[in-house]
T-cell receptor, first 115, second 112 residues
């Protein structure tokens, strides 16, 4: 099975611009989570989607948004970019069951640099 | 407040020794605990999962313990190899539809 893919892998944007990142989960995985990783804060949860519905959201401002399509592919959008948004953005997919935990399969990430 | 603590300092050990990494948490009631490995510039890779009612889990050279009284998990790599050098992350899951919360990770360096 193909792994989780993320595009683009690298991105340089200017403050104030917006950006859209894309994630294709492993075939059959319906849950997609997004994380932001920085050296200072580590891996921080952004949001999770399941069957096109956002089920959980982390403590990030409304500039961060996402969506999931019927084929489970997901996008996240960051508007009005700030310097502090520079980070590695990771997408993870998983099988999900009711009341059970799940291991997450991560993509390679998108390295976003805001100048 | 809720906290997950992993040693921020790198752990340096010699090849062949056992590496032990610690994950402590406060104000969580995890139903599950997971360990991941992350190499520079890459996404984390799942290693092991342990449930709250399990004391120990093994997979090849890896062993995880989970003590809900001490609020601690230990991750052991026996007969360590230079290829084991990476950052190791623990993640808590409180169950249901909750999300995984990750520690900041501990870097392991295995020298030949």
């Amino acid at each position: 099975k193909a792994g989780v893919t993320q595009t683009p892998r690298y991105l340089i944007k200017t403050r104030g611009q917006q950006v859209t990142l894309s994630c294709s989960p492993i075939s059959g995985h319906r849950s997609v989570s997004w994380y932001q990783q920085t050296p200072g804060q580590g891996l921080q949860f952004l949001f999770e989607y399941f069957s096109e519905t956002q089920r959980n959201k982390g403590n990030f401002p409304g500039r961060f948004s996402g969506r999931q399509f019927s084929n489970s592919r997901s996008e996240m959008n960051v508007s009005t970019l700030e310097l502090g948004d520079s980070a590695l953005y990771l997408c993870a997919s998983s099988l999900i069951g009711q009341g059970t935990t799940y291991e997450q399969y991560f993509g390679p990430g998108t390295r976003l640099t805001v100048t | 407040s809720q906290k997950i603590e992993q040693n921020s300092e790198a752990l340096n050990i010699q090849e062949g020794k056992t590496a032990t990494l610690t994950c402590n948490y406060t104000n969580y009631s995890p139903a599950y605990l997971q360990w991941y490995r992350q190499d520079p510039g890459r996404g984390p890779v799942f290693l092991l999962l342990i449930r709250e009612n399990e004391k120990e889990k093994r997979k090849e050279r890896l062993k995880v313990t989970f003590d809900t009284t001490l609020k601690q998990s230990l991750f052991h790599i026996t007969a360590s190899q230079p290829a084991d050098s990476a950052t190791y992350l623990c993640a808590l899951d409180e169950g249901g539809y909750s999300t995984l919360t990750f520690g900041k990770g501990t870097m392991l360096l295995v020298s030949p």
